[in-house]
């Protein structure tokens, strides 16, 4: 089991940056893949981004291309999401999550996550 810990969110306003990290520890993340996921208030988890330890390769969601880029501190274990461009829509708790394998944007196949982060984004 992989632990994670989120940290990195805040206020801030539309058009601003953010950068969300995530810690891991009690393995190492060889093989791992590591997700990005928010959940707005009333709606369901809805996937982020996701990054493969191994070979870096990443995925985003449409949402967040071109303001959202995941990258990883392998000294570190540790996963950045930094977000650019902010908007209000962009306002969530984000997640952290870990898996065993290749990457995937279904939250169902991770096994691990994290504790959380809110992200507010005022207009």
């Known amino acids: 089991q992989v632990h994670l810990a989120e940290s990195g969110g805040g206020l801030v306003q539309a058009g601003g940056s953010l950068r969300l990290s995530c810690a891991a520890s009690g393995r190492t993340l060889t093989n791992y893949a590591m997700g990005w996921f928010r959940q707005a208030p009333g709606k369901e988890r809805e996937f982020v981004g996701t990054i493969s330890w191994n070979t870096g390769v990443r995925d985003y969601a449409d949402s967040v291309k071109g303001r959202f880029t995941i990258s990883k501190d392998n000294a570190k274990t540790t996963v950045y999401l930094q977000m650019n461009n902010l908007k209000p829509e962009d306002t969530a708790i984000y997640y952290c999550?870990?898996?065993?394998?290749?990457?995937?944007?279904?939250?169902?196949?991770?096994?691990?996550w994290g504790q959380g982060t809110q992200v507010t984004v005022s207009s």
């Open positions: 999550a870990a898996r065993v394998g290749l990457r995937t944007s279904s939250p169902d196949r991770y096994a691990d």
